[in-house]
């Protein structure tokens, strides 16, 4: 059995309020006959009653009839019959009421309450009432009989049947879009329950990444200040051994030990950058800003990367804006984000490409795209933005979200044609922000790429 059908059925969950009515007022109108109907939680669902004249009245106007009466009507009202088949209350003064239990599919849903009607086979109308008061007026009662319909005990079970039969095929044709609806309300209470705990799960690992985050910061932020300290000792050995001051050295060991330093400085530079980017993660991470002149700190990020450019006959153009006013920046950090995407333009272009690079002051409302989630800046605040662009392989669409994370490369293979360790573009961010700015990449392959830097202007 499945779990719709677990559920307890209701009369008027099965029938509308509206449809049960309509049926019961068109059978009591086609029958002339009194009907009540309750449901399966003895809540009153309708009743119609005829005109009945003055004969219940006058009963009831007699306080031992009146007494009589409630209790008979009460008794019907509140009788169950045991089966499924109708069940006859017959009242004091001969009338009679029929209770008819309404089931489906095995199960109660209600009853219907028929009369009160004169059966035929009751030979005097009414039935004498010893009990009622002194004085009682029966003959007056008795003329009043008529008010009541006869029915004989065929026409009732006819109308019990036809009753029934049409409640049947009600039920059937609402059970179905009863099943339906309930099946419906299931799924989506099932669907949503899944979504829920799906949800939560989801929370949970997001608290679970920002605590990895947070050791994987705290990590490479003790591990770089750790691995600094040594290293800069095994740059000043290989520095003495250069400049010989414990004995002269040969050729050969000479150039040995200047590899030494050069790579050494190599490694001290990334593990440099690496403790940056952690104290930008963990907010620790401070700018020394001071009034810098923007022509000369784009000019100074030229001239270091321009022998590289010029290994590969790149030719470098500067587009600065003479009126760009002066403005408070870490000139040391800006300068590195500077040679950053410099020296990326020069390393993704092709020999004899064009590497240019723009500074300007914008309002221009944009979109950065180097945060984890894109949003727009309103152009209010004034900015300076320095923009570097290429003609060189450029960068596929779906990369463009992730290439400001730290270690990201879009050609990671082994065998990759570009040198890096993907942290170039992560300290541009890192230092950009910073400054409460932000970065912009826009690229096409094999046409070029555009990095933009927007710094707001702080005098
Ligand atoms: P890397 O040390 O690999 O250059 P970066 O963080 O500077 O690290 O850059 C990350 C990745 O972004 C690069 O590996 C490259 O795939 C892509 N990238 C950066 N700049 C450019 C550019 N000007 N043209 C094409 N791809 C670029």
Redesign the pocket.
């Known amino acids: 059995m499945s779990i719709y059908f677990d559920k307890t059925m209701r009369l008027k969950e099965l029938i509308s309020a509206d449809l049960i009515n309509e049926l019961f007022q068109s059978m009591a109108n086609l029958y002339k006959v009194h009907l009540k109907v309750f449901d399966e939680q003895d809540t009153l669902v309708y009743q119609v009653a005829f005109e009945s004249g003055n004969f219940c009245q006058l009963i009831f106007l007699d306080l031992n009839g009146q007494k009589a009466c409630t209790r008979k009507v009460s008794e019907v009202k509140i009788s169950k019959p045991l089966g499924e088949s109708a069940e006859v209350h017959n009242c004091f003064s001969g009338l009679r009421y029929m209770v008819q239990p309404i089931y489906y599919q095995g199960e109660y849903l209600g009853r219907i309450i028929i009369g009160p009607y004169w059966p035929k086979e009751l030979s005097a109308k009414p039935k004498p009432m010893s009990f009622m008061q002194a004085g009682f007026d029966f003959e007056n009662l008795k003329a009043q009989v008529n008010t009541h319909k006869t029915f004989s005990q065929g026409q009732i079970d006819l109308i019990i049947k036809h009753i029934i039969t049409v409640l049947d095929i009600l039920f059937h044709a609402s059970h179905k879009s009863w099943l339906t609806s309930k099946m419906h309300l299931e799924s989506i209470s099932a669907s949503y329950k899944e979504l829920e705990s799906k949800n939560k799960m989801l929370e949970e690992s997001i608290e679970r990444m920002k605590e990895i985050d947070k050791l994987k910061s705290n990590f490479l932020a003790t591990m770089s200040h750790e691995l600094r300290t040594p290293l800069t000792s095994i740059i000043g050995y290989a520095e003495m051994l250069v400049e010989q001051v414990s004995g002269e050295l040969n050729a050969l060991q000479k150039t040995y030990s200047s590899n030494i330093i050069e790579k050494g400085e190599n490694l001290l530079s990334m593990i440099n950058a690496v403790l940056e980017i952690s104290r930008n993660e963990s907010q620790t991470l401070t700018m020394n800003k001071v009034t810098a002149d923007v022509v000369e700190l784009v000019q100074n990020a030229v001239s270091t990367v321009f022998p590289q450019a010029q290994k590969k006959n790149i030719s470098l153009k500067t587009y600065v804006d003479e009126n760009l006013p002066p403005c408070k920046l870490d000139k040391e950090r800006m300068n590195q984000a500077l040679v ?2 410099l020296s ?2 020069a ?3 092709q020999n004899g490409g064009i590497v240019s690079i723009h500074a300007f002051a914008s309002r221009e409302p944009v979109k950065q795209n180097s945060g984890n989630s894109a949003r727009f800046f309103d152009g209010k605040e004034p900015y300076i933005c320095i923009s570097v662009t ?1 003609n ?4 596929p669409e779906e ?1 463009l979200d992730k ?1 400001f994370y730290s270690f ?4 990671n293979n082994q065998t990759r044609n ?9 300290v541009v961010k890192a230092f950009v922000e910073a400054h409460r700015g932000f970065c912009k990449v826009e ?1 096409k392959v094999q046409k070029g ?1 555009k ?1 933009s830097l927007f710094l707001p202007i702080e005098r």
């Open positions: 950053n995407l990326n333009s390393k993704f272009t290429d060189g392989i450029g960068i990369h290439i990201y490369q879009v050609d570009f040198g890096g360790a993907g942290i170039g573009l992560a690229s790429s990095f």
